[in-house]
């Protein structure tokens, strides 16, 4: 029995000795084996991240005060007093490209501020290039196309933000998408603005935003204050805190945020020559003559409609010239402003925070 159990015995370790042997002659089980092995010592590598240094914010100061203006000069020393690198006198888009190209020292800009004082329906008060047009969508292409703004170098990346500071310049979308490719770089920065106007020197802060709400009259032909603010209630039925007769007759923010009034005009100067036409020059007699003729010709009522100003809130005069007739419109348009306030405890202005979204979109 003893002599069965040994054999036994020898021949189990033979077989389990065979086994192994056969593995380790398997090709498949050395590839297994060689596998496991080298990913138990592959190692990562890593990638060396390169820091990026940011100038410090700047603003250029894109014009300057007439007569007892503030807008400016409050605007300087608001963003003196934070610290702030301030540029004076670089009046057009052109200048402002050329400094930062000059200046930027091989690091990109953190914050481009450029204060401009603007009306929505007028565009900017910032020259295309020295002694160019103003700014408005159509005249701010015609620059890029023609190829006579300067590119802006590698001073900005995609994290930068040119923040301009003008009043409802958010809402005119040809304007800000145009003004984006303004500032074409290797890396397109951020432009950001606000939908609000943008004032500086208040009587009880140096900065804050206030919602308008817009009424056009015919120049020199006001259907006077009352009419006027019965016109602008209808027009803005969902705002209901504001008397429109006392703001229409309040100039400046009494208490903070009082509804108040500025106003502003919009001119339009057409020309058409008859001479290498077949069509005769209209004869008018009157304004409604005019604007007659103009609801008849769809590249002029497309013009208006882009004011958002119907063509009867213009006064309209015309002249001839040989073969040219010239036209010209005039309107006024009144803006009542409401500071935008905080909604609960002390009555202070909402701060304006370029970062909230609420107060600022980004293009």
């Known amino acids: 029995m003893k002599t069965l159990l040994k054999k036994s015995a020898i021949l189990f370790s033979f077989i389990i000795a065979l086994t192994l042997c056969l593995q380790c002659d398997n090709p498949e089980s050395k590839k297994e084996s060689n596998t496991k092995v080298i990913a138990e010592n592959s190692t990562p590598i890593s990638e060396e991240v390169k820091e990026i240094v940011y100038q410090k914010p700047i603003v250029f100061i894109a014009g300057f005060d007439k007569g007892n203006e503030t807008f400016y000069s409050t605007a300087r020393k608001y963003f003196k007093e934070k610290g702030l690198k301030v540029v004076d006198g670089q009046y057009s888009l052109e200048e402002i490209i050329l400094w930062l190209n000059e200046n930027g020292k091989q690091h990109p800009y953190s914050e481009i501020h450029i204060v401009n004082k603007s009306n929505p329906y007028k565009g900017m008060n910032l ?3 020295v002694r160019g047009d103003k700014i408005n969508a159509q005249t701010l292409r015609r620059t890029i196309t023609q190829g006579t703004l300067p590119k802006l170098r590698n001073v900005v990346n995609s994290n930068s933000k040119i923040i ?3 009043s409802g310049l958010i809402e005119n979308n040809d304007l800000i998408n145009t003004l984006k490719d303004a500032f074409h770089a290797k890396e397109n920065p951020k432009v950001i603005a606000s939908p609000y106007h943008t004032i500086f020197g208040g009587k009880f802060s140096n900065h804050y935003l206030a919602k308008p709400y817009y009424v056009f009259y015919p120049t020199a032909n006001s259907p006077g204050k009352m009419d006027l603010s019965k016109e602008i209630a209808k ?14 007759n309040n100039e400046e923010e009494r208490y903070v945020g009082e509804a108040y009034t500025t106003q502003f005009t919009i001119p339009i100067l057409w020309e058409f020559d008859f001479h290498n036409t077949d069509n005769e020059m209209p004869k008018f007699t009157s304004q409604d003559q005019v604007m007659d003729w103009i609801d008849a010709h769809d590249e002029l009522t497309a013009e208006l409609k882009k004011l958002k100003v119907p063509v009867d809130k213009f006064r309209w005069n015309w002249t001839t010239k040989n073969s040219k007739l010239i036209i010209r419109g005039r309107t006024s348009g009144l803006c009542v402003l409401k500071p935008l306030v905080k909604p609960y405890g002390d009555l202070k202005h909402i701060k304006p925070d370029t970062n909230n979204k609420r107060l600022y979109g980004m293009k």
């Open 235 to 248: 027009k803005y039925p969902e705002e209901t805190e504001i008397d429109w007769y006392d703001a229409l």
């Open 127 to 129: 020259e295309t290039v």
């Open 164 to 166: 301009f500071h003008a």
